[in-house]
């Protein structure tokens, strides 16, 4: 490998982001013999590590595989966080794939016949040279602020860490999707005083997993978590947290109540880093700065620059794309950058009806 700008070392396609949609590219890549290199900002799953501690995927083994390499364990329902650490640590060893690690990309700029590329590692920066970009970057960069006071206090968190710090404690979590849920029924269980604000009059429990929606209806009914519908955070004191009224769930209506809590965890959702898309001359879609591209190939305006898995859709506000429904892009990429399909994806095939990349195969 080279650090000097004028001797990049150079691969036919470079994929950033070493999360399962980049490792699953590499792989396909890998199998139909093209050279390519992966190179991650962080560690490969680094957004598996941000989970607290035993925390289980929503989604069954089926439709997070990767490559058609099956996730089995010991339960045959869904696995947690840790568990799919390990199984992309194998898959990166089974293919013995051409990783790069703690080595963030830090710009991507189009030359005529491909692009350099430039990494900050901590041993100083690194150039290479692709014919072909793949943007795997994913959505979650950082949390999504509320931009209200108080929100950078120390008892004041946007990532659950884990239920036991909260142990006999009131807790205050903001957010009504499943991973507010999951963080009421942990913290609950655990023994804290949990209440829950929500911004809408109601859970939506069509879209709550089915194995919480029943446990977090009852906690609700029996008042056991504490029920603030229809609120927004306004204010976090070291004491408090004041709630304000919504009726249209994102603009205050007046009306405000104070609340007394020893901790506040805000399950707000995530936000996207487009910085380098944008930088790299990628034209960004409204709030959510989703990339555009062409739909039949995933590359952008920018000719030889693609973008796959949840990186696609930006910041997202409802998830269209997650692990399950990103294989498309990457059957579509291959196909436009080698002229073939990869020949597994996903899962293996007898269980492929969970997905949908045959979709693809199909055109
Ligand atoms: C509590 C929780 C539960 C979830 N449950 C599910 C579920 O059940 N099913 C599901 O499908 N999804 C679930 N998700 C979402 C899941 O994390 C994403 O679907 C998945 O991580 C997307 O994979 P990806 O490869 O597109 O992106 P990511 O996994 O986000 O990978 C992107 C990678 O790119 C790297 N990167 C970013 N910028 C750069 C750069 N400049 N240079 C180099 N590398 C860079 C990052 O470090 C990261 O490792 C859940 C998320 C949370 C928080």
């Not at 990767?66 to 089974?94: C, D, K, W």
């Not at 004491?239 to 769930?249: K, M, P, Y």
């Amino acid at each position: 490998m080279s650090n000097v700008k004028s001797n990049p070392t150079k691969t036919e396609v470079a994929i950033i982001g070493g999360g399962p949609i980049g490792i699953e590219m590499a792989i396909v890549l890998k199998r139909a013999g093209v050279d390519y290199l992966l190179i991650e900002a962080r560690q490969i799953g680094d957004a598996f590590m941000q989970w607290p501690a035993n925390t289980h995927f929503f989604s069954t083994p089926e439709h997070v595989a990767l490559a058609g390499v099956p996730v089995h364990n010991l339960s045959q329902f869904s696995i947690t966080g840790e568990q799919y650490l390990a199984y992309l640590r194998t898959l990166v060893e089974m293919y013995d794939l051409n990783l790069r690690i703690y080595e963030p990309v830090t710009a991507v700029s189009p030359q005529e016949n491909g692009f350099h590329i430039q990494t900050t590692p901590w041993r100083g920066p690194q150039y290479y040279q692709a014919r072909y970009v793949i943007m795997a970057t994913g959505g979650m960069a950082g949390p999504r602020l509320l931009n209200i006071p108080g929100e950078d206090l120390p008892h004041v968190s946007h990532y659950f860490a884990g239920p036991h710090k909260y142990f006999r404690s009131r807790l205050m979590i903001v957010g009504g999707r499943n991973s507010a849920v999951e963080a009421v029924l942990r913290c609950w269980r655990v023994g804290a005083q949990v209440s829950l604000s929500y911004r809408q009059p109601d859970l939506n429990y069509e879209r709550i997993k089915p194995h919480m929606s029943m446990d977090i209806g009852d906690r609700l009914r029996k008042g056991e978590v504490a029920f603030y519908p229809s609120t927004v955070p306004v204010e976090i004191t070291p004491t408090h947290i004041i709630l304000a009224s919504t009726e249209d769930g994102v603009n205050p209506n007046g009306s405000t109540q104070k609340v007394e809590t020893d901790f506040v965890l805000l399950t707000t959702g995530f936000v996207a880093d487009m910085r380098l898309y944008a930088d790299a001359g990628v034209e960004l879609e409204g709030d959510a700065e989703a990339p555009v591209h062409n739909p039949s190939t995933m590359e952008t305006n920018v000719p030889g620059l693609f973008v796959a898995g949840t990186a696609v859709g930006g910041t997202q506000s409802k998830f269209k794309y997650f692990i399950s429904t990103s294989h498309d892009h990457v059957a579509k990429i291959m196909k436009a950058i080698t002229g073939k399909l990869p020949d597994k994806l996903g899962t293996i095939p007898a269980r492929n009806n969970a997905v949908t990349w045959e979709e693809v195969k199909a055109n």
